[in-house]
């Protein structure tokens, strides 16, 4: 194959991948469109496709609404005139449109799509969005505003990205704060880049050092082997919240953590049994449950544990307050485990057999507790 023949093969994929991507789109949008008083609908499809139930929820909101309220755009992508992600970027910018003013602004952007970029489509689409609607666009800031926020995602190598949803005359002030104590913090023989020193200083204004020591106090969670904590292996270590962590984080951070025996079965990582004759779990046994379930048992649901409710499979007092009867479910699944037609059973303590109510059969087993041991 040659140079235009890479081309013209890269094209013609693009083209058959729009294609399929636009009846997977009919499809969702169809099975929303007949289970939309199914509070639990998408279950069934987060389970079969190994898919989040907070994907699989949007894939069902995004497609039910490009069927039904953007039939031009779904046609586009079918033909291969835009792909996915612009179809998707339409459905975000007309959402809280009426369906006149989305239809207007759907047209409009589609007429420059095929040869704009995303980024270019998408500035675009916002600009036409204001002209379309200027008094929602006033409202829409002001609830954007009171909707402000921030977190923390988790990256590779012991990183993690910190991200604040401000406004934008604040963000780009802060920005430029930041950019100019980066430049001042450079000293003699200082061998960090510029954005190294941007978030050494970031880092330094919310944690209060090296000068001044922080009047709040935090918790971590953090796992470790024994013989790793020993220097006897390199074993990774796990950070409730983040994930896998190095084995030299984990031993660092180890020097100021509050440790509690975790006893886990030498081969499996599992951690072994505890129980109590109390319908409610005591600490001891919610912390238990914590460490082996890690996340929510539904099939496809990432929630933390630390976060989720204590179910017994078997209700009290017919079945225990045990780790073999007990698991971490989020409130959502905790309430289709018992409102809905799904069965969920524990054949094997950590295992969890969820039957959706067309019969289809889906099997979560435990994680170890140090993954990277087993």
């Not at 001042?184 to 954005?195: I, V």
């Not at 951690?271 to 600490?283: C, F, I, K, S, V």
């Amino acid at each position: 194959m040659d140079i235009e023949g890479a081309l013209d093969t890269i094209q013609h994929c693009q083209k058959q991948i729009d294609y399929w991507q636009a009846q997977q789109v009919r499809a969702l949008g169809e099975y929303a469109e007949l289970t939309w008083q199914d509070e639990f609908a998408s279950s069934e499809i987060a389970a079969m496709m190994r898919w989040t139930r907070n994907w699989t929820e949007d894939r069902l909101g995004v497609s039910r609404d490009l069927v039904t309220r953007l039939p031009a755009t779904v046609d586009a992508l079918e033909k291969g005139d835009i792909d996915l992600y612009k179809a998707q970027i339409i459905h975000t910018q007309t959402m809280p449109l009426s369906a006149e003013q989305a239809a207007e602004v759907e047209q409009r952007v589609l007429t420059k799509a095929p040869v704009q970029t995303s980024v270019q489509m998408r500035q675009r689409g916002r600009r036409i969005v204001m002209s379309v609607d200027p008094d929602g666009t006033r409202e829409r800031v002001a609830e954007k505003k009171a909707a402000r926020a921030a977190g923390i995602r988790s990256l590779e190598d012991d990183m993690a990205m910190l991200w604040i949803n401000m406004p934008a005359d604040k963000a780009m002030v802060s920005w430029l704060r930041v950019d100019k104590m980066a430049e001042e913090a450079k000293f003699p023989g200082d061998t960090r880049t510029l954005n190294q020193r941007r978030a050494d200083v970031i880092a330094d204004l919310l944690l209060a050092t090296p000068d001044n020591a922080s009047p709040v106090k935090v918790e971590l969670l953090v796992t470790v082997s024994a013989t790793t904590l020993m220097g006897l292996d390199e074993h990774p270590g796990e950070l409730e919240g983040y994930g896998p962590i190095s084995a030299d984080l984990a031993r660092e951070l180890a020097g100021d953590a509050t440790w509690r025996r975790l006893l886990t079965d030498p081969a499996s990582g599992v951690p072994l049994d505890l129980g109590t004759t109390t319908y409610r779990p005591p600490a001891h046994l919610r912390r238990f449950l914590w460490a082996r379930d890690k996340t929510c048992r539904m099939i496809g649901c990432t929630a933390r544990a630390s976060r989720c409710e204590v179910d017994h499979t078997i209700p009290y007092p017919k079945g225990p307050t045990a780790d073999h009867n007990n698991g971490m479910f989020c409130t959502h699944d905790h309430r289709l485990k018992h409102e809905s037609g799904w069965t969920i059973t524990q054949p094997r303590p950590g295992t969890f057999k969820c039957v959706s109510p067309t019969g289809r059969v889906y099997t979560r087993e435990p994680e170890p507790v140090l993954p990277g041991l087993h």
